[in-house]
């Protein structure tokens, strides 16, 4: 999803712009869908997936960033979104289970084929008065509804005091907050499935799991490590709480068949009873459809029991793939918090000359000059030590005590292209590195004038500094607020 020209990464962006991105983006998605499923002239299986997958996406952006979506969709439309979602859900569930009967047809005995045929029937019927009625009437309604959703989600407005900070943040940073949100409530759920009834916890699991996952996929676009990954491991955890979903739906419809079956049967033995009242029913007049539902639900409660042990074993049990899934989910969210620029907290004394106690260890030649700059100076650094040259390039932004530091190794090839630019702005100094304690105190001696500094780099702005008896009596004043010794002043 890469951005125009001037416009922000996702990423980058405040909040409300985000989630209004993501939001119009699977609009279109669902609007492209439903068009396709309206124009295909038989069911198209494929064009309803991506219907409701793009609806599910949409849903998922608006309950999870409801904060910086507040107020932009009114009640009335997110409760007619929900039901509309809620309409397609009965022709997907009657495919599936049609699939799971064909798959099985072939296993099942003889005796159990007229169970198997007559419960097809009423599935196939079911399943195409409910495709009649999604593409007839929900997904009209759905092309009508989501236009205005995506005008609503195109606009927004941010009211700000001037002088005061601006507490939007990034999209990337509430994201992270919300990935751990949701990674923590999947993690919970899943703990709390103890046994194959446990079927809602598992089922709410799986929800939990498809927001994380629909959290996630944008991330992949934008270049995020172990996103790809991570939505591949949950894909993995979707599809086996989707089958046991699907199969404890089965487990509902064949009671529920079983029992519209009885009632067929009764009428049927009433029927018969009625017409040979003085013959009586004979035993072969009642072919029963009970006996292949019957072997049908012995087959779901196996499917069922073998899928809770593989998630126990795999998912739930301690240390298992649950726990790394949300290490690596904490990771990731972690990676995408704010990038904090290195800094550089360091206090700079004058001193009168360099130390006895100094020259006593290796010493360092500096070259350094910086590029021009008005606003940006980037210092370029040659450093000779025992025979070996190095070469870097710095940027440093701020003053005083605590400054941002940005530095990186380069070539000798770039440091010799760019020397030349650092002409009449130079520095050359030897520099002797003295440990004291935990610390090193770095001493400079500048070889192109008659000055002595020595700067110690310390954890924190709140540390005191405690001069150390070799060097106390060279110290004139200390001069870290002191623009004129700062480096860049002192190149010439």
């Known amino acids: 999803m890469s951005p125009r020209a001037g416009v922000l990464p996702l990423l980058e962006c405040i909040p409300e712009e985000g989630a209004r991105r993501l939001a119009v983006r699977w609009i279109d998605e669902a609007c492209a869908a439903g068009e396709r499923v309206i124009a295909a002239h038989h069911e198209d299986a494929e064009a309803l997936h ?152 598992a089922h709410e699991a799986r929800k939990d799991g498809k927001r994380l996952r629909y959290l996630l996929e944008p991330l992949k676009e ?66 029963d459809e009970q006996l292949g539902l019957l072997a049908l ?62 020259r006593a260890f290796p010493c360092t030649q500096l070259d350094q000059g910086y590029v021009p700059g008005t606003e940006l100076h980037e210092r370029l650094r040659r450093t000779k030590k025992d025979g070996e040259e190095h070469f870097f390039r710095t940027v440093k932004l701020g003053r005083g005590l605590s400054r941002v530091e940005v530095e990186e190794e380069t070539t000798r090839e770039i440091f010799a292209k760019m020397w030349p630019l650092t002409k009449g702005k130079r520095v050359r100094k030897r520099r002797f590195a003295v440990p004291e304690g935990e610390r090193t105190w770095e001493i400079d001696e500048f070889l192109d004038r008659d000055l002595v500094l020595a700067e110690i780099e310390l954890p924190d702005e709140r540390t005191e500094v405690t001069l150390p008896a070799w060097l106390a009596p060279h110290v004139v004043r200390e001069v870290t607020d002191e623009p004129e010794f700062v480096n860049l002043r002192l190149a010439k």
Request: hydrophobic letters at 40%; a negative charge; zero cysteines.
């Open 222 to 287: 934008e270049s995020i490590e172990d996103a790809k990954e991570i939505v591949r491991r949950l894909k993995g955890l979707q599809d086996l709480l989707g089958e046991l979903n699907d199969v404890a739906v089965r487990a509902t419809l064949l009671r529920e068949e079983i029992a519209q079956a009885a009632v067929e049967r009764a009428a049927r033995l009433a029927d018969e009873a009625e017409s040979h009242a003085s013959d009586g029913v004979t035993a072969s007049s009642e072919g």
């Open 297 to 358: 639900v012995r087959r779901t409660h196996d499917r069922r029991e073998e899928l809770f042990a593989q998630l126990k074993t795999e998912w739930i049990a301690r240390d298992g793939a649950l726990d790394a899934l949300v290490g690596s989910v904490e990771t990731l969210a972690d990676g995408l918090g704010p990038k904090e620029l290195p800094r550089e907290i360091e206090r700079k004394y004058l001193l009168s000359a360099v130390p006895d106690h100094a």
């Open 50 to 201: 991506d219907l409701r997958v793009a609806l599910r996406k949409l849903r998922t952006v608006l309950r999870t960033y409801d904060a910086p979506l507040d107020g932009a969709l009114s009640k009335k439309r997110r409760r007619k979104l929900k039901d509309l979602v809620a309409e397609t859900g009965t022709a997907r569930d009657t495919e599936v289970q049609l699939a799971w009967l064909e798959q099985v047809r072939g296993e099942l005995e003889g005796g159990a084929h007229r169970g198997v045929a007559w419960l097809a029937s009423r599935l196939v019927a079911k399943h195409d008065d409910a495709y009649g009625a999604l593409r007839d009437d929900t997904v009209p309604a759905l092309l009508a509804l989501l236009p205005k959703l995506r005008r609503d989600l195109s606009r927004y407005d941010i009211e700000h005091v001037v002088g005061e900070a601006r507490g939007a943040g990034r999209f990337a940073d509430a994201t992270a907050a919300l990935l751990r949100e949701q990674v923590e409530d999947l993690r919970d759920k899943l703990r709390e499935v103890h046994t194959v009834e446990d079927e809602a916890l």
